[in-house]
């Protein structure tokens, strides 16, 4: 995999457009991979059920259709809980925070 550059990292850490911002059951809005962070840490298991079956995972789609991140897209398929998924969110921030530096 090539190296990823401040550019892309920052357009990774951005926030996405209004229309495209992410309405979660319990009613929160995240509009960023640092709001998702911030959002699954608070948010119950129960809600997080609601976005991630067997079938679906909200979150996943969110990040690689949206914010276009497929690593972590991959990585938060495959994450059966909330804790696990807010891990996978944290790793990946770091990663790309630290690009920016």
């Known amino acids: 995999m ?8 920052s357009k ?3 926030a996405v457009p209004e229309e495209n911002v992410f ?3 319990d009613g929160s809005v995240f509009k960023s991979v640092e709001e998702l962070k911030d959002a ?6 129960e809600t997080f ?6 079938d679906k995972n909200d979150f996943s789609a ?16 495959k994450a059966g809980s ?3 998924a807010l891990k996978r969110v944290e790793e990946r921030l770091a990663f790309l925070r ?3 530096s």
């Open 82 to 84: 909330r804790t696990l």
């Open 40 to 45: 699954l840490a608070r948010m119950s298991d």
């Open 12 to 14: 990774l850490l951005a």
């Open 23 to 25: 309405w979660c059951q």
């Open 49 to 54: 059920a609601l976005h991630v079956t067997a």
């Open 62 to 77: 969110w990040t690689r259709t949206t914010v276009k991140d497929s690593k972590l897209a991959t990585d938060l398929d």
């Open 98 to 100: 630290d690009r920016l």
């Open 2 to 9: 090539a190296k990823m550059t401040h550019e892309e990292a």
